[in-house]
């Protein structure tokens, strides 16, 4: 799909689909050029890179695409690739890279992909055309709030994520729950590769002179440069509350093995006396006093005692739950049978 918006020297706005003026609509001074294209072939983008006079190395840039973000000065303009952002999918945040080359009245936007920052960037353009008049400084800018712009919804729905991840951490660190903060970890580390080099695009085009750049463009890249300072803090941010959610599940599983330690350990104790009379009483020797019968049922009171005393102990203790009696015991029946 190819775009094309020119506003002659007179201030009217033209629409083109085709471009086969394209060295006399550059060549005007007064003119401005804006030609948007979106999945072109790659030898369209090498015929238009030479239409344009573009380095071979920008037009190797234009047809493989997975640049990371830079600012290049050339001769007779500058190369701009700047990403935005879309709802995130899976385990990744999709980025969508849009290479730009900014001649003096002149702009050649490139992108695989439909993107909504340039279709609004594109119509807010056609709509009011004077506050472009300057140069295509401007429409460069329009694209970058744009897309600037777009990171904002995608890191509020990860700090969602990130809360409800970190409440279903504390009361339910299952497997799934691991996974998924991986992939968050994962994903922030995309982020990150993204919006840190980018504060270095935007401050570069707010701080340097460039021949191609209207100077007044400089106040609006920097508004630009601070909204990528507190991109890049909330990417900080949440790297730092995903890493505290992992310490939260290694501690609260290392909690939940303990307790299953605790329990299997005090009923192992509780049991341990009746396995001692058990074992005793059960050992085969005529010498043994087995015709009493009151030792028979002193031995049976014993096995059924001693566990009951050593709960009450246990209980009474703080061991096991936090109170005595009925209390107790319900807290112990609690303990053992845990509810899911």
């Known amino acids: 799909m190819r775009r094309v918006f020119y506003r002659r020297g007179d201030g009217k706005v033209e629409e083109r689909v085709d471009l086969p003026h394209l060295d ?11 030609v948007d ?41 500058i190369f701009v690739v700047v990403h935005g952002l879309r709802a995130r999918e899976g385990e990744e945040v999709p980025a969508d890279e849009v290479d730009v080359a900014v001649g003096k009245n002149w702009i050649l936007s490139v992108h695989d992909g439909p993107i909504d920052a340039i279709k609004r960037a594109f119509d807010q353009v056609i709509a009011t055309p004077k506050p472009f008049d300057g140069s295509a400084s401007f429409i460069l800018y329009r694209i970058c709030d744009l897309l600037v712009d777009s990171y904002f919804p995608a890191l509020d729905a990860l700090e969602e994520e990130i809360d409800d991840l970190e409440d279903d951490v504390v009361q339910r660190p299952t497997q799934k729950r691991l996974q998924q903060i991986f992939a968050l970890k994962r994903a922030l580390v995309q982020l990150r590769k993204l919006v840190s080099p980018q504060r ?29 300072i507190r991109a890049n803090e909330i990417v900080e941010s949440h790297r730092d509350l995903v890493a505290n959610i992992l310490e939260v599940y290694l501690a609260t599983i290392s909690n939940r093995l303990n307790d299953v330690m605790k329990r299997l350990t005090l009923l192992a104790t509780i049991f341990m006396p009746i396995t001692f009379m058990t074992g005793f009483f059960g050992m085969n020797f005529t010498a043994m006093p087995f015709s009493l019968n ?31 009696g009925k209390r107790g015991l319900s807290q112990f029946l609690g303990w053992i049978l845990p509810r899911r």
Not at 200 to 212: G, H, I
Not at 296 to 322: D, H, K
Request: glycine share 4%.
């Open 294 to 324: 009151w030792l028979f049922w002193i031995t049976m009171a014993a096995i059924v005692i001693t566990p009951l005393a050593m709960l009450v102990w246990f209980i009474r203790s703080g061991w096991i739950g936090e109170g005595e």
């Open 24 to 34: 006399e609509l550059r060549e005007n001074p007064s003119s401005c050029l804006w």
């Open 37 to 77: 294209l979106e999945g072109e072939a790659p030898e369209s983008l090498e015929m238009l890179g030479r239409q344009f006079a573009l380095h071979p190395v920008t037009i190797e840039d234009l047809v493989h695409k997975n640049q990371r973000p830079k600012l290049e000065e050339f001769d007779d303009y």
């Open 200 to 228: 270095e695009v935007y401050n570069a085009l707010s701080r340097r002179d460039y021949a191609y750049l209207d100077p007044k463009s400089a106040a609006y890249f920097r508004d630009l440069h601070d909204h990528l």
